[in-house]
């Protein structure tokens, strides 16, 4: 059991609620993760606080956001009390908090995108959902009914990552193919890729589209190459299926994992289940931990 995987802040898209359901592909033992696409690492962290890794590297597009986890994993004392010095600001603050939120949003826009800075927007805006506008500012709003994860809240987590990453991780922020580029054999990579919905959409919901056959250039490579590796792509719910099947001449094992009820239908008295496409390469498809039916349950996947 890997019990609570604990995160550093809200992140659209993360995987912290599914890593239990992915973790079941990945080996207990092996040299290196890579994730190219780490957004707030998810499922680094679990990997790593069960020791089954030696090394990690963690990649995103989004600068600001590997500063967050370079941060919170070698020096997490200083994002601590960087972060504690933003927060409690915002109680302070002549216009009250949500125009404390705007007030650190034109700072990060004008240049001090600290690690800081970012985290607490994260913290603070809508679904922890990063957004640029075309002209490459965050534009995302705060969401006023809260105030953001606490100092003290932050805290225990960071120490828990730090303690799990500290010393055995390198740091990137380039583009998801110059990070496939440098693995070799031995290495586990974990692909999370921004949804094909908001692919091709320059500065959308992400910094960037992933174009569908480039990805599934990047991947073949990775096949001729002998390189393991996981894809989380798109899903399903209901009958409705999300983005594109990968070929199947690719080879790979499509596994379905239950992510949960979908907003959406519980809205309309449906209750579907949304399901999220996992894509195994051959040579992690041995290591398959199979879960009773009972454990596979929905509410087991979503108290996590
Ligand atoms: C679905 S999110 C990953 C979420 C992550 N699995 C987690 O648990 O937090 C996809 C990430 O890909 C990043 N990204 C977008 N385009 C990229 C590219 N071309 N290369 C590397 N990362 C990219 C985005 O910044 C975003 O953080």
């Not at 957004?39 to 090394?55: C, D, F, L």
């Not at 409690?88 to 826009?109: I, L, M, P, T």
């Not at 990070?179 to 919905?197: F, S």
């Not at 992690?284 to 979503?302: G, I, K, R, W």
Request: hydrophobic share 35%; with cysteine; glycine share 8%.
């Amino acid at each position: 059991m890997i019990g609570n995987v604990p995160h550093i802040v809200q992140y659209q898209g993360s995987k912290r609620i599914l890593a239990p359901q992915i973790l079941r592909f990945i080996p207990m033992k092996f040299n290196r993760l890579v994730e190219p696409f780490a957004g707030m690492a998810a499922i680094t962290i679990a990997v790593a606080k069960q020791e089954r890794a030696n090394h990690y590297l963690v990649n995103d597009l989004n600068a600001p956001l590997v500063a967050v986890l370079e941060s919170a994993i070698e020096t997490p004392n200083e994002l601590f009390s960087e972060y504690s010095k933003v927060w409690n600001e915002q109680f302070a603050y002549s216009g009250g908090s949500v125009e404390h939120f705007y007030k650190v949003r034109n700072d990060f826009n004008n240049g001090q995108q600290t690690a800081a800075n970012m985290l607490y927007l994260l913290a603070r805006c809508v679904k922890g959902s990063v957004r640029y506008g075309s002209n490459g500012q965050f534009n995302q709003s705060p969401d006023k009914r809260r105030y953001g994860t606490a100092p003290q809240t932050l805290k225990t987590n960071l120490m828990a990552i730090s303690y799990y990453l500290k010393g055995k991780t390198h740091f990137m922020s380039k583009d998801y193919r110059e990070v496939l580029d440098e693995t070799k054999a031995g290495d586990v990579v974990y692909m999370d890729p921004p949804y094909q919905g908001v692919s091709n959409v320059r500065d959308s919901r992400y910094y960037s589209g992933i174009g569908f056959y480039d990805f599934v250039e990047a991947v073949d490579s990775l096949n001729r190459r002998g390189i393991d590796f996981l894809i989380s792509y798109d899903g399903k719910c209901g009958d409705k299926q999300y983005g594109e099947d990968l070929p199947e001449e690719l080879g790979l094992q499509k596994v379905l994992l239950k992510a949960g009820l979908s907003s959406q239908s519980i809205l309309l008295g449906k209750k579907e289940i949304t399901y999220e496409a996992l894509y195994v390469s051959k040579g992690l498809q041995q290591h398959f931990v199979p879960l009773q039916e009972q454990q596979y349950s929905l509410f087991e996947a979503m108290a996590v």
